[in-house]
Structure formats: C-alpha cells, structure tokens
C-alpha cells in the first residue's frame, strides 16, 4: 500500500440542475460502478423539472440557445480524458464535442429555413414559424454511450425543448459524465434532465406520461410498440431517429409549426 | 336621423321587413339511385348499401356502399399495383392530371356546392364561396409541387411512400378530401380515401371529375362506409394513413399503429380561443366572433368556441353579439341568404343538445336568438353561454356546433393561461389594435393556427395543424407535402 487512496465518485441523477440519488434509493452495477437506478417517482420529477424550465430556454433567443449549447463543447474539450474512458474512445467524445458545436450553429436558422411566410390569395399576411413542441422524453440508445445521448438530445434542446433523457443502461457513465458538463455550461437547471436505471421499467413511465409532448424511441428496441401505444395517451409526437445521425431534421423531427394570420389595410 | 346616422346605422334588416326565399336550384345535381365502391376506377357493387340523406328534410338522397373488410383489402391492393406506374410517372405529368382536376372543380363548381349543402347541410353560400373555390385551389397549389419536391426539403431526397389510407369528416367534405389527396398524388403516391358515413356523395362525384380528367385506373380509390370500414382501412397493408376527425378515435388510431412502422398525421379536435381585449375594434371584433362560432354551424374543428373577452367591455361586447346573433338567418342550406344550416345528423344533433343541457345544469346562463325552426331536419338555433366556469363541460369539450361559451379575463397573461388551458391546441383569435400585443400573444399561444384580427381563413399555401392533443402534422404549404414523402 503506497500513495493516496483516490475518492471514487458516487454516481447520481441529474433532475432540476442537481444530482440526487435516486429517491428509491437503489442502484444498479454497470461498468464496475453502483449507479442510481431511478424510479418511476424520479421519472415525474425529471418531467416536472422540465416543464418549469422549459418556457424560458424556449424563450430565451435563439443566439443566446446557441451560445449556451456551445458552451457545452467547451465544457467537454476540458474533459477529454475523462469521457474516453467512459465510451469507445477519444474519437466517439471529439465526435460528440462537434455535433454539439454543429447543433448550436443551427439554433439562429433553422426558424429561416424551416418556417416562411406564405402567398396566401387574400389581403393578409400570413407566416410560419417553428417552436418547441415542449417536454420531449428521450430513450438513448445503448451504443454509443456518449455519441448516442449527444446525437438524440442535442437537436432537442437546439430547437428550444427540455427534455428528459433515459442514458445507456449498459453504459451509463459517459451520460452521468455529460451531465456534470452541462451542469457547469449555462444551461438553465431543468432543461436537461439525465436518468440512469432500467430501460424496460423507466421508458413506459415516460410515454404515459400525460405532461411529456414527445418520445423519441430511437433506443428503445423490443419496447417500441408498448411504448407507441401509450403515448397515444395524449397524442405524443413519436420519433425513431438513427442513434449518430446529424441533420436539421433531427431537429424539426420535436418541433411545432404555428401559422399567424393577419388582414392587410390601412 | 341625419345621413350620418343613417350610415352608422347597421341594422342590417329594417324593423318589418323580410327576406324573400332565394331557394339555389338543385336540378344541376344528378344523383344516382345507387352507388358502388369506385376501385381501379370502375364502380363495383358492395354487398350492402345503407341511405344517405340531407338533414335539411331528412329526405333520403341515395344509397351508398358499406365498403366490408374484403373491400378495403381489395381497393389498397389496386392502389399499389397502381403505385408501380403513378409513382414512375414524371412528376411534370402528374402535375398535369392535378391541374386537370383543379379546372374540371372549378367548372362543374355549382353541382358540386349544392350537392355539397344537400347532403352535408351547409349554407349554400358557403359551400359556394368557401368550400368549392378552396377545394380547386388546393389541387391547383399542389399540382405545382408535383414535379418541384426537390425544392422543397434542403439536403433531402424525397420519394414516394407508397399506398395512403386517408379517413376524412363531414364538416368539410368535399375540402377535407382535397386537402388530403393533392398533396398525396403530388408526392406520387396512391390513394385509398374514405368518406365520413354522412357525407359521401361529393367524394362519390369526384369520381367523375378522375374519369373526366382521365386519371390513371387505381391512383385514387374512394370506399364508402361507416366507422367499420374506417378502421379496416388503417389495419390494411397502407403506408401510411391521416386521418381528420374526432381525439378519441384519431388516438384510437394511433394506438392501433403503434409498433408498425406505418407513418401517421392527425388532425383532430379544437376548442379555440377567441380573445377580445378592450383596444380592439369592437363592431369587427363581433363579425370575427360570429364567424368564428356560426361559420358551417359551428362544425368545425378550429372554431372560436370560446370567447375570452377583457372584463372592462365585457358588456358592449355581449350585447352586440346578441343583436348581431339575432340577424342571423337560420334555414334550408339551399338558400342563397341562409347564415346557419342544418345540424349534420341526429347523432351530432344529440350530442349538441346534451352539452347544452349540461351547460344549463352547470349554472351558465343561455341565451338564444329567437329564430323559427323548419319542423322537418335537423336544426339547433345559435346560441351562446355567459357565465360560464372554466371548468364546466362547455367550456373544455369540442360542443362542434354552434354553441359559444363566454369566459372573461383581465391581463393578457390570463388570457393566455385560459386559452391554453385545455388538452388541445389547433386555432386561437386575438383581436387587438395594438400591434406588439398580437405578436406577444401569437407567441404564448399553444396553437397551430393564429388568427388575428380574423378569424377562420383557409389557404393552400397556409399549413394548418394542431398542438398537443389537437394532433400532428400540417395540412397546406409546402409542409403539407412533408407527411407524404419518404426521405434518404
């Protein structure tokens, strides 16, 4: 026995911008670590979390969204090391740092490009934009750890939701990881909440839930006709996007389209 | 009373006097005795048939196909054969055949405007002015996009999905099936299309407008038949469905195609908003009002059926709503000067008069213009609820009829709190003269389609579709065509 003993990090949620066990109290070992294994319970106080939080990351500007996000690749170039050892290597985290940095580009024009005005036949003026559809659930995918989580919620959060994400449940380390840069990026405490725990107790919990306004299922093999049926509930937006894809439509994918009319005269 | 007064005057009707019946012709519309199922572009015969009747006298019309299971598999199996060719075609021809569509509604407009208002109950007036001019223009907006979809999703490669099942309702019969069929045939898919049980004969003329417009056999395929043929509909080997209609069943829908990879768009349920504040223009707001709740009896999903009026002219507000509710005339749909027509069927008939009865029960005061109802059909007077809690059935379920619930607010921060405080999110009215207003309210507003300083316009180019439990979605705009394209 020689050197100091190292503090080994405890690994919890991460709802409302603090990290709580989970208020079961149980854990779950996945990658020689105990780690939180959330409940139903701390399912409803990720949602309620985000449901506060999310007015005001909607309404803050779109260029402040973007500052904010890219705040995070900051965060996480700090953190280089560290990530690596939690997913496939140095090449998944500088991959997820950069779809970070491409989603935060986005936030200022996808209104320009996905919204307009239209030619209606009539004295008006009559225009389209984008908004977020609100609080979306987000079931990660397994693989990859940190590229899949960054991939699914990054556009989310671009388009100005909060979201509520279900991490890797075989590794769930690299989310917890992300977690703590978030927590140090400006995002607003509330706007992303990550949950660690089992998938197939966790995911329907979501998709009932009566206050979330989209599933993305993309990680949820085996579980995606239940998890469809409920969240019929209350006509949840279902999404099944690929697990690493990059594209505006990731982000329009957890977007509403609202059309304002206003007559033309003097 | 000097010539200003006489202006400012807006009593549409003199005191004594009345309007003469101006009864619309309906010798253009040729019916036939019986109907089949139109599959492959040929009409076939259906096992069994139920009648189809206008509600403005009850009087039976035709009898119409109970498309069975056997039917439905039938028609979508003709419908992808068709795919084959129709999806191959370049899409400057397709475009051609839309067009064709376009101009053959347009010319044959008053048939299909008074078999509109015969078999849905509608105002002559407005399946005339609204529905037929619109319905055109929603084949002629698509048919454009035919042969320009690469255009219109950046970085995209758009193809066609394949078969699409399409259900539609009767408050807009004719409409609602243009606006799902232009942008499915533009995309380059087949069609397979269901009428509502109580309106099918315009979907049924239509054929006739294909066959005029030569139509390939099989691209568009309407099966007729009540809520069975629906649902045999969305289980059939379809790609796709969108449907129009109810929540309860558009979520019936959904968690029937749960885990079956089929693509969905909803259109469902409303209970707008309408918000009065105190700068607006208070004679053009009323119109705004009366429009928002009477337009097509109040049968329709974005209606303003609640009125959120500011508490400091509450009262001018409810009163000239009441004497401008009382110039409405309320009669035979076929008459060229009928404001409200006829209720579409028992059935919705039923359920107006229990929501009103329940409104009653809640403690919200009722009021009605008196107005003569014809003895024969189905008819309910305009009416509107004052003193009405946020919590009563009137004030949170789709009445779809037209009942309008009054609920007043002070600030617009509760305004928007009521406004938004239902499960569903299609419409919302604001009426204000100051310009900031409208745009922070716009914002706030959990609603696919604001209107302000108006209320209940329609366009092709205009993407229409709900928030939350209202659906998902857009119907019109190059939005529209997004539901019906497959991507790379």
Not at chain 2, 120 to 127: A, F, L
Not at chain 2, 201 to 222: H, K, M, S
Request: hydrophobic content about 40%; glycine content about 8%; proline content about 6%.
């Amino acid at each position: 026995m020689s050197g100091r003993l190292p503090v080994k990090k405890t690994y919890k949620l991460y709802i409302g911008g603090a990290f709580p066990r989970s208020e079961s109290g149980r854990t779950y070992e996945a990658q020689d670590q105990n780690v939180a294994r959330a409940s139903r319970k701390d399912v409803r106080d990720a949602v309620q979390a985000a449901r506060g939080a999310q007015p005001k990351w909607a309404a803050a500007t779109a260029y402040n969204r973007g500052q904010v996000l890219y705040r995070i690749a900051e965060m996480m170039e700090a953190r280089v090391p560290e990530f690596a050892e939690l997913c496939s290597g140095k090449d998944e985290v500088h991959r997820a740092i950069d779809r970070w940095v491409w989603y935060a580009g986005f936030a200022d024009k996808l209104s320009q490009v996905l919204g307009g005005t239209n030619p209606v036949a009539g004295p008006y003026f009559n225009f389209t934009i984008p908004e977020p559809t609100g609080v979306v659930a987000t079931i990660a995918p397994d693989e990859p750890p940190l590229l899949g989580l960054v991939s699914r919620i990054a556009p989310v959060l671009t388009g100005g939701n909060a979201v509520v994400a279900l991490a890797s449940e075989t590794q769930p380390l690299a989310a917890i990881e992300l977690a703590e840069a978030i927590a140090t990026s400006d995002v607003p405490g509330g706007v992303v909440n990550l949950l660690t725990g089992h998938r197939a107790e966790l995911a329907p919990w979501l998709a009932s839930h009566m206050d979330v306004n989209a599933i993305d299922v993309t990680g949820a093999d085996g579980l995606r006709a239940e998890l469809e049926t409920a969240a019929a509930e209350n006509v949840k937006r279902v999404v099944s996007g690929k697990p690493d894809s990059q594209s505006l439509y990731e982000i329009s994918a957890f977007l509403e389209l609202k059309t304002v009319w206003h007559p033309i005269g003097v | 009373m000097t010539e200003l007064d006489k202006r400012q005057d807006r009593s549409p009707v003199p005191q004594g006097w009345t309007y003469a019946p101006a009864p619309e012709s309906t010798d253009v519309v040729r019916l036939q005795d019986r109907y089949g199922l139109y599959i492959g572009g040929e009409w076939l015969a259906a096992k069994e048939h139920f009648t189809t009747i206008s509600p403005r006298d009850e009087a039976p019309l035709a009898e119409v196909a109970q498309a069975s299971e056997a039917d439905v598999h039938k028609a979508v199996a003709v419908a992808r054969d068709a795919f084959q060719s129709w999806s191959k075609l370049p899409g400057s021809e397709r475009a051609k055949y839309m067009f064709r569509i376009a101009r053959i509604l347009a010319e044959r407009s008053r048939e299909f405007a008074v078999l509109e208002s015969l078999n849905g109950g509608k105002p002559i007036k407005e399946s005339r002015d609204v529905d037929l001019p619109l319905a055109a223009a929603h084949f002629f907006y698509y048919a454009g996009w035919a042969d320009k979809l690469e255009y219109a999703f950046p970085n995209r490669t758009p193809k066609a999905l394949g078969v699409a099942g399409q259900i539609i309702p009767w408050n807009f019969p004719l409409l609602m099936l243009s606006w799902k069929i232009a942008p499915a045939l533009a995309a380059g898919n087949t069609v397979v299309l269901k009428p509502a049980e109580t309106t099918p004969l315009t979907a049924l003329l239509f054929c006739d407008v294909l066959r005029q417009a030569e139509l390939p056999p099989g691209v568009v395929n309407i099966v007729t038949g009540d809520g069975s043929t629906g649902a045999a509909l969305v289980d059939a080997d379809v790609d796709k469905i969108a449907f129009t209609g109810s929540t309860e069943v558009g979520k019936a829908i959904q968690r029937r195609l749960a885990g079956t990879g089929k693509k969905l768009t909803l259109e469902l349920g409303g209970k707008a908003a309408n918000i009065v504040f105190d700068d607006c223009a208070i004679d053009q707001a009323v119109e705004g009002i009366v429009n928002g709740i009477y337009f097509n009896q109040g049968h329709v999903c974005c209606a303003g059926s609640r009125l959120l009026v500011q508490e400091s002219i509450y009262e001018p507000v409810v009163e000239k709503l009441k004497q401008r509710m009382a110039t409405l005339r309320v009669g035979d749909p076929l008459d060229k000067n009928t404001d409200v027509g006829a209720i579409n069927s028992r059935e919705q008939l039923e359920r107006i008069e229990e929501l009103v009865a329940a409104g009653k029960e809640e403690g919200a005061e009722i009021y009605q213009p008196p107005c003569k109802l014809p003895e024969k059909g189905y008819w309910f007077a305009p009416t509107v609820f004052t003193n009405v809690a946020q919590s009563y059935r009137i004030a949170q379920e789709e009445i779809f009829g037209p009942v309008l619930s009054v609920l007043t607010f002070r600030t617009p921060d509760e305004a928007v709190e009521k406004a938004n405080n239902t499960p569903y999110g299609l419409s919302a009215g604001v009426w204000t003269e100051k310009g900031s207003r409208i745009l922070w309210m716009a914002q706030h507003l959990r609603a696919g389609v604001v209107w302000a300083n108006t209320f209940n316009r329609f366009d092709p180019t205009s993407p229409f579709g709900g928030y939350k439990e209202s659906g998902f979605g857009r119907e019109g705009g190059l939005h529209g065509m997004e539901p019906y394209l497959d991507f790379e």
